[in-house]
């Protein structure tokens, strides 16, 4: 049975974080959270004990900030101990209540005792919590009681709500962490049996699925929600129905975490809030939910065009390696140095606009030759648009010359833009509308590319979450596993998304750590993350690499040792393998189907092109292939490791 439509949480939505959750000193996590939206932050008792200022001076700067202090944790090892450690533990709250009082904040959280010398019962523990709220009472502050996953008799907010219950008093309550629920495997819908106002706060931390100890993967592995695996959402649902009115937090241990950017994570942590609390709201109709409005995730139909930045000198090697792979100048802008190339459904724009006003040029001046924008078809631009800004993205636009339309846009991986396409009139003609068709003296046979099949951008390890959590939370996408690619530089770790229901958009997130890959060594060459290959698909990869080869197309040379190893590998008939090895095409396949790749060289600051040919229904990327893909590129390399040329 559906739940009241009165229960639900309140308006607005009030967010907040631990300190924990993020790097940095103690005034600029503060300043990070604010800026980042958060209306609260639960003061993690390490962070205050480092930092060398008074309470109320504490409490002062989280008010300077606009921050309510939701919380001040933890406070360990307390209920059920035997004299003397019980007397002391009381001593020790009583002295919390007092910092409290001067921080201005009336919640303090417990969590369940893993002392060896602690005793079980849950009447007893239930005794110690009513005492302790008439103590709690007389300072005008209260206690929430959280069940560590890894407690010594308490580890299940089940028993931990018991005792809550039995302990009887207004002013001691239970607060509720996914992780805690999650990690082991209990039923979130047993929350749905707690009254609402015993909730005194919920804390929300998602983590990928390990099979670990649970203290360990606790205090290394948690991420935002939704950037793991664990059901958060059917955990807030659950809470939802409760009635309950407090702020969600987020308390978040991760080792990557602790050394990355404070305002970064801070953005990602409400971005993630938002997220989940509007998948919440669509799957529960009879709730209130205090959310932003806005569309429901976006579904994406493909990649429209992509657009490269350069300078007028430069232009002619990308125009020759398009020549090369059987694009044709089909179109030249009408007020701008900007050319249109086009196979099939594949749109390449080469933009040498000099205007100072112009984004491109901001792009090249930083990164030098590169893919800097693309276009992404969906249902309604200004739906996507309005998605992407209420989930914190940043929009884009820049000064438009007479005739010209306005695209829809937000600014994604690395300051890149992505623009937003639909069929409206407006939007649907703007090829027609901007572009004067040109006839080149000698257009030749395209090579039978046929359509954009993913996009692959590299960036910084410590920055692949936040850039899967952008691209899931505002699109219709799903996340495939992550793969590791070893590179002889280090690992590299790669993992795709695409829509749903169907993968007509695909993009694949290459994260790296070290430098000396090569993935490393594109970063540092072009100054920071972007689209660094696009895969172009046909529906004929060996009709494909003959014409390729006619046009003058410089495959990237594979290895004798790779065709001598796949062929055994997967039993292929020698013909077969001597095709793929004199079009230097490489192969997998899986129980679905199977995957033919051809890799261009590289230009620019390592840059390259991907022509793919699915058969079947396979929808891997080939990653099997990558170490291959890699020694090639590094043998064509300089000392340096990259690109000569």
């Known amino acids: 049975m559906a739940a009241p439509a009165t229960k639900g949480l309140g308006v607005p939505m009030r967010t907040s974080i631990a300190t924990v959750s993020i790097s940095g000193e103690f005034p600029d996590k503060l300043a990070a959270i604010a800026k980042a939206g958060f209306s609260g932050v639960e003061i993690f008792e390490n962070d205050f004990l480092t930092f060398d200022a008074s309470p109320r001076e504490v409490a002062k700067m989280a008010r300077d ?115 805690h629920t999650l990690s082991r495997k209990i039923d979130p819908n047993s929350i749905r049996s707690i009254p609402g106002d015993k909730i005194f706060i919920v804390q929300l931390a998602d983590a990928p699925l390990f099979d670990m100890d649970l203290l360990y993967w606790s205090r290394h592995f948690r991420n935002m929600p939704g950037e793991g695996d664990l059901p958060v959402v059917d955990f807030m649902r659950a809470v939802a129905a409760t009635g309950y009115t407090g702020p ?44 932003p409005d806005m569309p429901d ?32 100048r089909v179109a030249r802008h009408r007020t701008r140095s900007v050319d249109l190339y086009r196979q099939g459904d594949i749109r390449i724009v080469i933009n040498t606009d ?47 010359k007479a005739g010209e339309v306005h695209v829809p846009a937000i600014q994604g991986v690395g300051n890149g ?17 901007e572009f004067v068709p040109v006839e080149e003296e000698a257009a030749q046979p395209t090579a039978g590319l046929t359509r954009i099949d993913h996009l692959a951008q590299t960036t910084h390890y410590d920055e692949m979450l936040t850039w899967l959590l952008f691209y899931t939370s505002i699109f219709s996408t799903r996340r495939t596993p992550m793969v590791d690619v070893v590179d002889p530089g280090g690992l590299v770790r790669s993992q795709a998304i695409e829509s749903v229901p169907e993968p007509t958009f695909r993009l694949t997130m290459n994260g790296a750590d070290s430098r000396k890959t090569f993935a490393g060594k594109f970063l540092a060459e072009g100054f920071g993350t972007s689209i660094q290959h696009i895969a172009l698909a046909t529906d004929d990869i060996f009709a494909t690499a003959n014409r390729l080869a006619e046009l003058g197309f410089e495959a990237l040379p594979i290895s004798r040792n790779y065709y001598d190893d796949l062929e055994a590998r997967f039993g292929l008939e020698p013909a077969f393998s001597d095709a793929l090895r004199a079009a230097s095409i490489l192969y997998d396949r899986d129980d679905r189907g199977e995957y033919f790749q051809i890799y261009s060289r590289t230009f620019a600051e390592g840059f390259f092109f991907e022509i793919i040919e699915r058969r079947g229904a396979y929808g891997g990327y080939g990653a099997m292939n990558a170490p291959f893909r890699i020694a090639a590129q590094r043998r064509l390399s300089g000392p340096a490791g990259m690109p000569r040329g």
């Not at 429209?304 to 694009?327: D, I, R």
């Not at 030759?369 to 276009?375: C, E, K, R, S």
């Not at 833009?417 to 509308?433: E, N, P």
């Open 65 to 179: 900030h606009g921050l309510d202090i939701t919380l001040f944790q933890p406070f360990r090892d307390f209920e059920g101990m035997p004299e003397p450690h019980r007397t002391r533990a009381f001593e020790r709250a009583e002295r919390k209540f007092d910092i409290m009082g001067e921080l201005g904040t009336d919640l303090m959280l417990i969590c369940s005792n893993v002392s060896p010398v602690s005793l079980g019962g849950i009447d007893r523990a239930a005794a110690d919590f009513h005492e302790l709220g008439e103590r709690a009472a007389k300072h005008g502050v209260r206690v929430g009681y959280e069940a560590l996953a890894w407690g010594r008799h308490v580890n299940d907010h089940r028993d931990a709500w018991e005792i809550v219950r039995r302990a009887d008093h207004t002013q001691v309550g239970i607060i509720l962490d996914s992780f």
């Open 248 to 291: 969600l937090s987020l308390e978040i241990f991760n080792d990557q975490f602790r050394g990355g950017h404070a305002r970064a994570l801070a953005e990602d942590g409400h971005r993630s809030l938002v997220y989940i609390m509007d998948q919440v709201k669509r799957q529960e109709p009879d709730i209130r939910i205090a959310v």
């Open 297 to 328: 995730r976006i579904t994406a139909h493909g990649v429209e065009f992509v657009e490269f930045t350069t300078a007028p000198a430069e232009k002619a090697n990308l125009a020759s390696l398009l020549g090369t792979l059987g694009f044709n």
């Open 354 to 400: 000099q205007t100072g006003d112009s984004f491109a040029v901001s792009s090249y001046s930083v990164h030098g030759t590169n893919a800097y924008a693309f276009g992404m078809k969906v249902d309604n631009a200004m739906d996507a648009l309005k998605r992407a800004a209420a989930l914190g993205a940043t929009t884009f636009s820049e000064p438009r």
């Open 417 to 433: 833009v992505i623009y937003f396409l639909d069929d409206s009139a407006k939007l649907s003609t703007i090829w027609d509308a």
